[in-house]
């Protein structure tokens, strides 16, 4: 079974950065064929994609955080990052890393809290 082991994150002025990585373990080298993707849930709010790499290099991007944020992996160490800039109130959020590999359910990293004050 795939884990997601989340690190980075915390607390931050409003227009700072943060960045976030997930390392997915147990994976063997089916790496490079899931989806790898991160999410966000605000309190009182659904769970939302915020970006994400389907079964290429190609990374994809929700319209908020365009030009802010991105994406990255490296598939040498099994590792997606995350890095945010000019981070807003609304961004404040737990952030989950997620796997979805081909013939398997989906998969969450643990959470990391984001909180961005003014």
């Known amino acids: 079974q795939v884990r997601l082991r989340q690190s980075g994150g915390g607390s931050v002025q409003a227009g700072g950065s943060l960045e976030l990585s997930c390392v997915a373990h147990?994976?063997?080298?089916?790496?490079?064929?899931?989806?790898m993707g991160w999410y966000r849930e605000a309190p009182g709010k659904e769970r939302e994609l915020v970006a994400r790499?389907?079964?290429?290099?190609?990374?994809r991007y929700v319209d908020f955080v365009k030009g802010r944020f991105n994406i990255s992996r490296d598939n040498t160490y099994n590792t997606v990052y995350l890095q945010m800039n000019s981070l807003e109130i609304e961004d404040t959020a737990a952030y989950y890393c997620?796997?979805?590999?081909?013939?398997?359910?989906?998969?969450w990293g643990q959470g990391t809290q984001v909180t961005v004050s003014s």
């Open positions: 790499f389907l079964n290429d290099d190609t990374p």
């Open positions: 147990e994976i063997g080298d089916r790496f490079s064929t899931c989806e």
């Open positions: 997620s796997a979805k590999c081909p013939m398997r359910t989906r998969v």
